[in-house]
């Protein structure tokens, strides 16, 4: 069964980085939708190979995709992913730079916070592993931007 605490951090998962993308405007929207549903895709592909490899645990007794990895899949990273192509698109480095600091702030400080609250905590992974898990998708994101921006508009 899941616990309270657990219930509202998905739907604040899910809701808050929702809502963010009211203010990316609507041509940025359409612009950047493409690679983020694809970044769902391909996390939603990872989430279940790490769910069987045991590289996390939830805290909660029940073993669910739809109550522990889903919302992780699809709250946070398509917003996120879409914001960060809307800042720095066209500019690689200043891409790689913040989804850095956006996956090191997710792999280190805040699943470590995740873990005291006793929601998610690494089992497999180290904190390096589990950052690099992360952080690989942000070059396919980029690279189906550029293809849909060099490809398929043209």
């Keep these: 069964m899941l616990s ?3 219930s509202v951090f998905n ?19 359409k612009r950047f939708s493409l690679a983020g549903i694809v970044i769902v895709f391909l996390e939603i592909i990872n989430h279940k190979i790490g769910q069987k490899r045991n590289w996390w645990i939830f805290y909660d007794k029940r073993k669910s995709f739809l109550t522990n990895e889903l919302p992780f899949s699809v709250g946070p990273y398509m917003p996120l992913s879409m914001w960060i192509l809307k800042y720095s698109y066209g500019n690689f480095k200043k891409f790689v730079l913040l989804n850095v600091i956006a996956d090191g702030l997710f792999a280190f400080p805040i699943i470590n916070i995740l873990k005291k609250l006793k929601i998610v905590g690494l089992n497999r992974l180290n904190n390096f592993q589990f950052f690099l898990y992360i952080h690989y ?6 690279g189906v931007q550029y293809w849909y921006e060099n490809k398929l508009k043209y």
Excluded: D, Q
Excluded at 11 to 29: C, D, Q
Excluded at 137 to 142: D, F
């Design 11 to 29: 739907v604040l998962l899910i809701v808050v980085p929702w809502l963010s993308l009211l203010f990316l405007g609507k041509h940025n929207l």
């Design 137 to 142: 998708k942000a070059y396919i994101l980029y």
């Design 4 to 6: 309270k605490r657990h």
